[in-house]
Structure formats: C-alpha cells, structure tokens
C-alpha cells in the first residue's frame, strides 16, 4: 500500500531539515535530539487528575523512576486497572517525558491507571539492565498495587519498539511468577535477532527509522554478538534460553506496513498464535515506525489509539 499522504509529507519534511542521523551522533546527543523532537508531531497532552512521580529500587540495589497517571480520582473501595508501560527508543534515547502525551491517552480513553518506566538506556547501561529494571518495576506494582489505588488482579503491560520488546519479554516472565497479566499491549515491538527480513530490506532507508539506526541503537545495548541469540532481546528467533510460549497473557499487536520492523511483527504474532497464545493483530496500512507518537499532525493515528484503547478496554472489562 501506499504511504499515507501526512506521513510522506513527515518523510519529505524530515529529508529537507538534513538533520544527523542519530547513528552519527553520540547517546547523549541523541537523546537530546529525540526530547526535543518527540513533542513535534504527537497529540496535546490530555488532562489527568493525578500525575505522581516516584522512585522505585531495582535489584542490583539501584533506583529508577517510574509516573503513576490516575485519570481520575483514586478509589481504594473500588481500585482501577492499570497498564505498566514502556516507552520506545532503541534501548538508548526516549524517557516517560517523551511518552507523556500518548501515556496519557491511553489513560484517559481507557479510563484506567497507566505506570510509566524510565528504565536505565544503553551504553551506560547494557543488556539485559532495561529487563530487569522493566520486571522489577512490574513486580513492584503487583505487589504495591493497593496502596496506589490499583487492582492488582487486572493488570496489563505495553510499550512500542524497545519498549515493546521489553513488553513481550515480561509477559513470560510474569507468567513464571504468577502474576496474571490481562493483556500484552505491543506497539511495533523489536523481536528478533537479526534485521533480515523482507521489510527490513525494503525499507532500510527513507522510513524515519534506517537499518543503520537500528544496529547502533543494538550496537549501544548488547554487550556483545553472543547478546543477540539471547530471548529475551530476541524473543522471536533468540536461541539462547527460548522458553515456551504457551500461557503468557493474550496480545495485542500493532504492526504498520512502511515500518522495516513489520515482517517481525507479524511473525511474532503467529509465534504467539501457535502456542496457544490469543492474538489481535493490527496492520495498518501507509503507516511508519513511530506513526503513534504523530497524531497531532496525521489524522488516521486516532483510529490506531482508539483500537488500542478498545484493547485495554476489553481486557479490563470496562465497557463503553
């Protein structure tokens, strides 16, 4: 399919400001220039009633931060769902400040709690940091759910590109813990080892996201080759403690189809289908990697929001 007309007009606009390419740049850098561009193209912040940042400690006996979103009004007698996110951004750039806007929707329209993660970013801090500091913070909320006015029984976790990654490799993880997840909320999630597929030859270049970008952002995170084959940065194709699949929570995938991530997508969708798994797969058409993070200024995002609202909705079991 064609690209969309507002997301060639982002790639037309994006070519002529000839802005370095984050492969050229230093971490750092590059974290600079993803929090001044995040803002550019997302929706307006929505309002919440609560926005409460807080510390929370990690196994290696440091801390990270994490934002509780309440939409409304807490209420102990009748606590809200939540959904643990985490956000995108190769494992080496991106923060919750990046993701406030859409965590804040995803909030809002779902009429649920939503705890966002600043994981600890690469190079300072290499694989597999960012999972432990994503399954530290979702074991901290099961287990401090009440005091935040939340339900520990219906909980979900989500997160796009890395922060997806992370996503499908704590919902096997909470599987093996026992805590039941009601939904795996995957927003173009990175799940293989090796970038070799169809689309990821395709559309290398000229997509937002080039194939260069893509291996020194994994070139920042792993501390070396032998890191790839590991699961859990690879839970697609990673042959390094492969666990099964069958039982993890059900899952919702967004997967668009200029985005060089798309053909991993839907290969881990059928993955998951073929261990038992229950499995949304959302294609959309003329989209991007990235294209969540655009609807302020791309009009058909809002159906890709709505759908994955209807999504929490549904596996929380609230209606409307």
């Known amino acids: 399919m064609p690209?969309?007309?507002?997301?060639?007009?982002?790639?037309?606009?994006?070519?002529?400001?000839?802005?370095?390419?984050?492969?050229?740049?230093?971490?750092?850098q590059a974290r600079a220039a993803y929090a001044m561009s995040a803002p550019i193209l997302d929706i307006a912040p929505l309002p919440m009633h609560s926005v409460e940042p807080m510390r929370i400690a990690t196994r290696d006996g440091g801390e990270i931060g994490?934002?509780?979103?309440?939409?409304?009004?807490?209420?102990?007698?009748?606590?809200?769902?939540?959904?643990?996110?985490?956000?995108?951004?190769g494992f080496t750039v991106g923060s919750i400040a990046?993701?406030?806007?859409?965590?804040?929707?995803?909030?809002?329209?779902?009429?649920?709690?939503?705890?966002?993660?600043?994981?600890?970013?690469?190079?300072?801090?290499k694989f597999p940091v960012a999972v432990h500091d994503a399954f530290d913070a979702l074991q901290w909320l099961a287990r401090e759910a009440p005091l935040l006015g939340i339900d520990p029984a219906r909980l979900a976790i989500g997160g796009d590109?890395?922060?997806?990654?992370?996503?499908?490799?704590?919902?096997?993880?909470?599987?093996?813990?026992?805590?039941?997840?009601?939904?795996?909320?995957?927003?173009?999630?990175?799940?293989?080892?090796?970038?070799?597929?169809?689309s990821h030859a395709r559309l290398a270049e000229g997509y937002l996201l080039s194939g260069e970008t893509i291996q020194w952002f994994f070139a920042q995170y792993l501390r070396d080759e032998r890191d790839r084959d590991d699961w859990r940065f690879a839970p697609l194709d990673g042959a390094i403690g492969q666990p099964d699949f069958a039982g993890v929570a059900p899952a919702w995938i967004a997967a668009a189809d200029h985005d060089p991530l798309y053909d991993e997508d839907l290969a881990y969708a059928a993955k998951l289908e073929a261990a038992g798994v229950r499995v949304t797969l959302a294609r959309y058409e003329g989209m991007i990697h990235e294209f969540f993070k655009m609807?302020?200024?791309?009009?058909?995002?809002?159906?890709?929001?709505?759908?994955?609202?209807r999504a929490l909705k549904e596996a929380f079991g609230v209606s409307g």
């Open 295 to 309: 609807g302020g200024f791309v009009p058909e995002v809002a159906r890709a929001h709505a759908d994955a609202v």
């Open 98 to 125: 990046t993701h406030d806007a859409l965590c804040r929707k995803l909030a809002h329209d779902a009429g649920c709690a939503l705890v966002s993660v600043d994981y600890r970013l690469a190079p300072e801090h």
């Open 3 to 28: 690209l969309n007309p507002k997301i060639a007009q982002i790639l037309e606009m994006v070519a002529r400001a000839n802005r370095p390419p984050y492969h050229t740049l230093t971490p750092q």
């Open 161 to 198: 590109s890395a922060g997806g990654t992370l996503a499908t490799v704590c919902a096997v993880l909470a599987r093996d813990a026992g805590i039941d997840l009601r939904l795996q909320l995957l927003i173009y999630p990175g799940t293989s080892a090796r970038q070799e597929s169809a």
């Open 66 to 89: 994490v934002c509780v979103y309440h939409p409304a009004a807490p209420s102990w007698a009748e606590p809200a769902a939540a959904l643990l996110y985490l956000h995108g951004g």
